[in-house]
């Protein structure tokens, strides 16, 4: 098996027989065998079901069906895990990465042996100025910061050579974040730019919320919400006391009601307070990951794993 095609899917069952279809109108012709491995990464809707109509295609197609949700960074790993090809390439099912730019990166390889990995980023990126300004924003201060370099706008749409793929698959921590894990295993990686083209079906899954928790995970390896109750309470205060030294300026200037003697106190009393909680729960975030990960829980856990007759022996 030359390549297999890694696609985690969570609720996207309109967009599965779309992918399906694109990737037959792509590699037809190619010379080389290929197989699809779909993760349905705990879909509530009929993503499942789609998956299961694959079967009886003449693509050879693998479904790693999990137990529950248990995240992107998850189903990537398995997929790589279940995956058969000397070439491995990570690609959505939502087809705004397409599958004739991974037929690309394999012809990349090909050609270029000196290269063991492709990646795609998005060199025009169609989403607002605030989303772009604070992604940008995460990339300078990890790059500054971490010891491994980030590549700006760089995305999980890559093909591996099996060698990398295997250097991937030691890393064993169950937090993850995958691009960083990319950079430091090494090999050398080509980038190439792509756009990405408008989702098939449905909607993104992926709210500004989830996006500030996705970068927490590039920075602190995942995120343990129980202890971020003391980072959220050192902010709170530091909010509370200015909102404090506003009310007390508006008041002493707008309508000259003396300052009391124990505004400067009360309001240093605030900040001094916020800052040791906000230093406390970045601690607190650090030995949640070292706790959970002496636990030895697996990464992901399977509940079934589906393939069709095409696969040969």
Same mark, same amino acid.
């Given at each position: 098996?030359?390549?297999?095609?890694?696609?985690? +899917?969570?609720?996207?069952?309109?967009?599965?027989?779309?992918?399906?279809?694109? %990737?037959?109108?792509?590699?037809? *012709?190619? $010379?080389?065998?290929?197989?699809? %491995?779909? %993760?349905?990464?705990?879909? @509530?809707? *009929?993503?499942?079901?789609?998956?299961?109509?694959?079967?009886?295609?003449?693509?050879?197609?693998?479904?790693?069906?999990? !137990? =529950?949700?248990?995240?992107?960074?998850?189903?990537?790993?398995?997929?790589?895990? &279940?995956?058969?090809? $000397?070439?491995?390439?990570?690609?959505?099912?939502?087809?705004?990465? =397409?599958?004739?730019?991974?037929?690309?990166?394999?012809? /990349?390889? $090909?050609?270029?042996?000196?290269?063991? +990995?492709?990646?795609?980023?998005?060199?025009?990126?169609?989403? &607002?100025?605030?989303?772009?300004?604070?992604k940008d924003m995460f990339y300078k201060i990890?790059?500054?910061?971490? $010891?491994?370099?980030?590549?700006?706008?760089? !995305?999980?749409?890559?093909?591996? =050579?099996?060698?990398?793929?295997?250097?991937?698959?030691?890393?064993?921590?169950? #937090?993850?974040?995958s691009k960083g894990l990319f950079s430091w295993? *090494? #090999?050398? /990686?080509?980038?190439?730019?792509?756009?990405?083209?408008?989702?098939?079906?449905?909607?993104?899954?992926?709210?500004?919320?989830?996006?500030?928790?996705?970068?927490?995970?590039?920075?602190?390896? #995942?995120?343990?919400?129980?202890?971020?109750?003391?980072? +959220?309470?050192?902010?709170?205060?530091?909010?509370?006391?200015?909102?404090?030294?506003?009310?007390?300026?508006?008041?002493?200037?707008?309508?000259?009601?003396? #300052?009391?003697? !124990?505004? !400067?106190?009360?309001?240093?009393?605030?900040?001094?307070?916020?800052?040791?909680?906000? +230093?406390?729960?970045?601690?607190?975030?650090?030995?949640? =990951?070292?706790?959970?990960?002496?636990?030895?829980?697996?990464?992901?856990?399977?509940?079934?794993?589906?393939? &069709?007759? @095409?696969?040969?022996?």
């Open positions: 098996m030359k390549l297999s095609l890694v696609v985690p +899917c969570f609720n996207e069952a309109g967009n599965i027989p779309l992918f399906y279809k694109a %990737v037959k109108k792509d590699f037809e *012709g190619v $010379d080389f065998d290929y197989e699809i %491995v779909f %993760v349905n990464d705990g879909s @509530k809707d *009929g993503t499942l079901r789609e998956l299961k109509k694959l079967l009886e295609g003449d693509i050879p197609v693998k479904i790693v069906n999990f !137990s =529950r949700n248990f995240g992107k960074e998850s189903a990537m790993y398995a997929g790589l895990e &279940n995956s058969e090809g $000397d070439y491995v390439t990570i690609i959505d099912a939502d087809l705004q990465q =397409r599958p004739s730019i991974a037929l690309e990166m394999v012809r /990349t390889l $090909d050609s270029r042996q000196e290269y063991d +990995c492709v990646a795609a980023y998005q060199q025009e990126r169609s989403e &607002n100025k605030a989303v772009i300004f604070l990890i790059n500054k910061f971490a $010891d491994t370099e980030f590549r700006q706008g760089a !995305s999980d749409f890559r093909t591996f =050579r099996r060698p990398m793929v295997e250097a991937i698959l030691e890393m064993k921590e169950y #937090f993850r974040f295993v *090494g #090999f050398n /990686t080509l980038f190439i730019p792509y756009k990405a083209a408008d989702r098939a079906s449905g909607e993104s899954k992926w709210s500004m919320l989830k996006l500030f928790a996705y970068a927490f995970e590039g920075i602190f390896a #995942f995120t343990t919400a129980p202890l971020r109750i003391s980072t +959220c309470a050192g902010a709170l205060s530091i909010v509370g006391a200015l909102i404090y030294l506003i009310v007390e300026l508006i008041r002493h200037y707008g309508f000259k009601y003396p #300052f009391g003697n !124990s505004t !400067s106190a009360i309001f240093w009393m605030f900040i001094i307070a916020g800052v040791q909680l906000i +230093c406390l729960g970045l601690v607190g975030e650090y030995l949640a =990951r070292i706790y959970v990960q002496t636990k030895g829980r697996p990464i992901y856990i399977a509940k079934e794993i589906l393939k &069709n007759d @095409k696969y040969r022996g």
